[in-house]
């Protein structure tokens, strides 16, 4: 056909003018590259070429040259120690005729710290940290003098004692100055043994005022009042700190075991030129964000600032075939590690890359060999670790931190995913092995968050691996009780599985024993639709019919509401009306209108969108009212509607909650006081009626309706933020014009007093938003607390919210039973509420907690005892 | 934060032919973007497989989530032909996609994403001659998530296997109806492949390196091949 050869033709110029376009490389790009890629092939064969390839460019750069040196180190971390080799050999001075041409390394050094200062000024605190342990190799190297040094690590050590520093600064802070202090100790301890021990006496004094915050994020649900922290955890600080001592103990003659240090191979430390003295720095303080002033800086766009907890690392390996992470070489790796995580999050196929050929980087013997490799290192006593492993471990570790990773989560799944791809035969060991010690630790009362991210981990992984599991090891388990952590992940990751694939493939994969339905593992049938009145024996099978043929003919939402009304009147004339006919006919329509929509998530926002106007109606409360913001029960009958149509098929409940939130059909709050009340009898192994078991799929439920509450303020700020934008603009452009026409008259400015109008009703908007942010928060704590400290004669009370919090009771867990287990695990779910929404809650800090937990002044409860010191805890109170 | 190596949220060559926008113009509309482009998909995945994959790459927290999810049908039968748009609410979420859900399987399968334009109406239906996306018209290999064979070589083999039945269609029986012709010769009849429609799974990820250096080769073929 003609146009395709038309096409063609102009796709052709298309990609030509595309080439034409195309930057040529100039030769300071061609350089700039030969910096950045320095040592990928054989560092010390390219070190000399490098080094003339820098003295030989004409003209002489150095802001260009530091730059380059500045990319390289900050986003090259393993790669630090050869860069300062290089800047190192730049010191030589070839021509020692000249005694007065400046050495090239000296220049570069010293603007290569301007640099340094302007990620100090941004705050970048990755940028900042790895520029400080470039500095400390060359203190080693002789280019920087210890004084300077130790002064620099002073002043970061000194934002541990700033009033009220936030965790989050504190620790990277101190991150900064402790990885400096690893690498420079051997100069600095000898320039100074008093200053660096005051160093590290200044940072034990700070981790040791943070336990209360440790107890909460430490991987462990155990649930009780104790500040307990268990003995086998890795909180990044301490490691850091543990390392440190072990350095110092020996005057840092460890450093040479842990750090490549190739700039003292060859060479001397003493230079013509005298040490460079780094510039004294202060840490710029906290960007503070204040209420209300947020959405006027409008940059930042109202984000919420995150990470304020201490980082714990999952340790999966022993000390022989991973690091031990609390020694200088163990710290080191896994920092190196960490970081280039994070840099490569870009592409996390290089990421893979890059992380499978650190051992290039670190000292040879570090690592066993690649099986195979002509590579031939001594084993190291006492290393020799696993790679792969090592990979793995830090990995799962970055992912599982709490209360949240620093990269999205999916990104180390799918990190994960491409290590298995690049090397199956040792990354696919490492990644079993792993399971396995996670499943043995759900026994050992691994934080429930952590297990809901294992087990999304465990899902998508065998999405990618054909959902191959040996799923056999795991049967004798089944004798646990239904509750227990380890029968709970299993049946979280068989319906994940089925999410991601269909029932038939997963039912497959399991044995025999876990096919049974009596094994509660998975479904006897495929996840599908449960319309209620399908059956033409129930008592309203009639009725609906009547409602769904209506929709079946695209009757528009008028129509069927009318029809409703009839329906109405019609149930409430029979011998029925004693019943809630009003919920009846909720439940009729609303399901009526899934079951229209349920052949896809396309045709359910085809059926809410057609019929908007009846479900408004319907939320409103009367049948045929309209308008408001609805009827709490209404909205409830709703969402019990939805649940009860979906109840075979969970993720279509959270689906449609967030559809019918989206449509402002109900507010998150609905959904959060829905869920403490009914969540649990979705799907799930509990019998209506039973108290009520928080577990994962009602946190998600949870989780979804905070979020959204959420979102939408962010959104509104940033509404409002543009609007102001805008506003300002137009003002300052409707000046410019005003000062231009000299001649013309000159009004009065009135423009300046009126608002913009889209202006107001964005912060109306955000108002209003803000009330209902509050009001889910507050509801869900409000859930939270009358299902763990239930006054006498609550609801359905959980009988053991109390017992299991005792702490000897965790040690009888063997005869636990259901009751126990679905308080430990809402104990746990109460934990990863006040720390994940700490940043909100922090927001309304007196408020909410005068509204809940005045009630329990004087009084002497356990339970209340634990929720309020968690809670205080979390808002930074205790 | 990409001196090092490229990242992988850069949208690709593609350059749909229908969509009235110069190349400068596009990218400025990618570069906002929060739809897009999936494929390789199998006719079988459903919308609610694409969405729980999908979420992972959501914030909900930050006021995005997944907007809508618009299947990729065959213009004739109506049917999934294995490609689909995703529209998230905010543009970091397109890019989070690109990183860590692109190259990666739903449903057994290695799926491609790309940011996109945006769904505009007619979109949602297959380019191909055939109804489905034009990449499976001249697919050489067989694919059981997709249907089998491509769409040309389905149609030969429909013709060839309408030739075989059609071959003998005057048969008889009886004595006399096969003839003698001599020693040692034995009629072998037509042999036939059968085309199974069965559902199928994508036999390889090897295929996938195979795909792309044949996506790269052809670039100017590329909107040929993704609609």
């Known amino acids: 056909m003609s146009y395709r050869y038309g096409g063609n033709r102009k796709r052709y110029r298309d990609d030509y003018e595309d080439r034409r376009r195309e930057v040529i490389e100039t030769p300071e790009d061609r350089l700039k590259t030969a910096i950045i890629k320095f040592g990928e092939v054989d560092v010390v064969e390219e070190l000399p070429r490098l080094e003339q390839q820098i003295r030989d460019f004409q003209p002489l750069n150095i802001p260009f040259l530091s730059e380059a040196l500045r990319i390289s180190v900050t986003e090259q971390p393993y790669k630090i120690p050869f860069y300062a080799t290089l800047l190192r050999n730049l010191y030589n ?50 280019l920087i003098s210890p004084e300077s040094m130790v002064a620099l690590l002073q002043s970061f050590v000194a934002v541990l004692d700033e009033f009220g520093v936030s965790h989050g600064r504190a620790k990277k802070a101190a991150q900064a100055a402790g990885e400096g202090l690893i690498i420079a100790g051997p100069v600095l301890k000898a320039h100074s043994p008093s200053s660096v021990n005051d160093l590290i006496t200044a940072m034990h004094t700070y981790s040791e005022s943070t336990t209360n915050a440790k107890w909460l994020v430490a991987l462990s649900s155990r649930a009780s009042n104790e500040i307990i922290i268990p003995e086998n955890a890795h909180e990044v600080l301490d490691s850091l700190l543990n390392a440190l001592d072990i350095l110092n103990a020996a005057d840092f003659a460890g450093t040479v075991d842990c750090i490549p240090q190739p700039y003292l191979k060859d060479g001397a430390t003493t230079f013509d030129v005298p040490k460079y003295d780094l510039p004294s720095v202060l840490v710029p303080p906290e960007i503070i ?34 690091p031990d992470p609390t020694t200088p070489a163990g710290y080191v790796i896994r920092s190196n590690l960490v970081d280039t995580l994070d840099i490569f999050e870009i592409n996390r196929k290089e990421s893979a890359r890059l992380l499978l050929e650190y051992p290039k980087w670190n000292l040879p013997g570090t690592f066993k060999p690649k099986p195979g490799s002509t590579i031939e290192h001594e084993p190291v006593v006492g ?410 004669g609550g609801s359905n009370p959980n009988p053991n919210s109390r017992s299991v919090i005792d702490a000897a009771a965790w040690n009888n867990r063997a005869t636990w039973d259901r009751d126990d287990w679905n308080a430990w695990e809402t104990w746990g779910w109460y934990r990863q509420f006040v720390r994940e929404y700490a940043p909100y809650l922090r927001k309304y800090t007196n408020t909410l907690e005068t509204v809940s937990f005045s009630r329990f002044e004087g009084v002497n409860d356990p339970a209340a005892d634990l929720l309020r010191k968690l809670w205080h805890i979390a808002t930074g109170q205790e | 934060m990409a001196h090092v190596v490229t990242p992988l949220d850069q949208p690709s060559n593609y350059k749909d032919s229908q969509a009235r926008v ?43 989530g997944i907007k809508r999810i618009i299947m990729g049908l065959d213009k004739n039968t109506r049917t999934p032909c294995g490609f689909c748009f995703v529209e998230y609410y905010t543009h970091a979420e397109a890019l989070a996609c690109m990183r860590f859900a692109s190259g990666t399987k739903l449903d057994e399968r290695i799926i491609r994403c790309d940011l996109d334009l945006g769904y505009k109406e007619g979109r949602q239906f297959g380019r191909g001659k055939s109804g489905g996306q034009v990449r499976d018209e001249h697919r050489q290999d067989y694919d059981p998530g997709r249907g089998g064979w491509g769409a040309q070589a389905q149609r030969l083999e429909i013709e060839r296997r309408r030739e075989v039945e059609e071959r003998y269609a005057d048969a008889q029986d009886g004595p006399g109806a096969v003839a003698g012709g001599g020693e040692d010769w034995k009629d072998q009849g037509g042999s036939q492949v059968e085309n199974k429609l069965k559902r199928g799974r994508s036999p390889d990820d090897d295929g996938e390196q195979a795909r792309m250096a044949q996506r790269s080769r052809l670039d100017d073929d590329m909107d040929i091949n993704r609609m």
């Open chain 1, 93 to 142: 001075t070839p021509d020692s005729i000249h005694e007065n041409t400046p050495v090239l390394g000296r220049l570069i050094l010293e603007d290569f710290w301007k640099g340094f200062q302007a990620y100090l000024d941004k705050v970048a605190w990755r940028e900042t940290r790895l520029c400080i342990q470039f500095f400390a190799h060359l203190t080693v190297a002789g």
């Open chain 1, 289 to 322: 964000e204040v209420e209300g002033i947020t959405s006027e800086a409008g940059s930042d766009e109202g984000r919420i600032k995150r990470e304020e907890w201490p980082e714990y690392y999952f340790r999966v390996f022993s000390n022989d075939v991973s």
């Open chain 1, 383 to 792: 290393k020799d670790w696993q790679l792969d492993s090592t990979v793995i471990e830090t990995i799962l570790g970055a992912y599982l931190v709490l209360p949240q990773s620093s990269q999205k989560p999916i990104y180390y799944i799918s990190l994960i995913t491409e290590l298995c791809k690049l090397s199956p035969s040792t990354a696919g060991p490492a990644v079993g092995k792993s399971i396995r010690k996670l499943y043995s630790a759900l026994a050992e009362s691994l934080d429930v968050e952590v297990a809901r991210r294992f087990a999304e981990w465990f899902a998508v992984h065998m999405s990618n691996f054909g959902f191959q599991w040996v799923w056999k090891e795991w049967v004798p388990d089944l004798l646990l009780s239904p509750q227990h952590p380890k029968r709970a992940f299993i049946r979280r990751v068989v319906e994940l599985e089925i999410r991601l694939a269909y029932h038939e493939r997963i039912l497959k994969t399991l044995p025999p024993e876990m096919e049974d339905p009596e094994a509660y593992v998975i479904s006897e049938q495929a996840p599908g639709a449960a319309f209620e009145y399908e059956d033409p024996s129930h008592p309203h099978h009639e009725a609906a019919q009547t409602v769904l043929n209506l929709f079946r003919g695209r009757a528009n939402a008028e129509d069927v509401i009318t029809h409703l009304d009839t329906l109405k009147s019609m149930l409430e004339a029979s011998d029925e009306g004693h019943m809630d006919v009003d919920s009846l006919v909720r439940s009729i329509a609303v399901q009526s209108l899934l079951n229209i929509g349920s052949r896809s998530f396309s045709h359910l926002l085809n059926g809410i969108e057609r019929y908007l106007a009846l479900l408004r109606s319907l939320a409103s409360g009367g049948v045929s009212s309209s308008g408001g913001q609805g009827n709490a029960k209404a909205k409830s009958d709703i969402l019990t509607a939805v649940a009860s149509f979906w109840r075979r098929n969970r993720q279509m409940v959270g689906i449609v909650f967030d559809k019918l939130m989206q449509y402002q059909i109900v507010d998150p709050t609905d959904v959060v006081g829905w869920t403490f009340v009914n969540g649990s009898i979705v799907g799930g192994v509990r019998e209506p009626g039973m108290p009520l078991n928080l577990s994962v799929f009602e946190w998600d439920l949870l989780k979804g309706a905070l979020d959204k509450a959420n979102g939408r303020v962010i959104i509104a700020r940033r509404k409002i933020a543009t609007l102001r934008k805008e506003d300002d603009d137009a003002r300052a452009r409707a000046k410019a014009k005003q000062g231009m026409e000299v001649d013309g008259e000159i009004k009065p400015d009135e423009t300046d007093n009126v608002e913009n109008p889209a202006l107001e009703t964005a912060l109306k908007a955000s108002e209003s938003l803000v009330k209902e942010q509050k009001a889910a928060l507050s509801r869900t704590l409000e859930g939270f607390i009358s299902c763990l400290a239930p006054p006498e």
């Open chain 2, 22 to 64: 110069d190349r400068s113009k596009q990218a400025e509309l990618l570069g906002k973007s929060s739809t897009l482009y999936i494929g390789n998909l199998s006719f079988y995945t459903t919308e609610e497989q694409i969405f729980e994959l999908f979420s992972k790459c959501a914030n909900a927290e930050d006021g995005g």
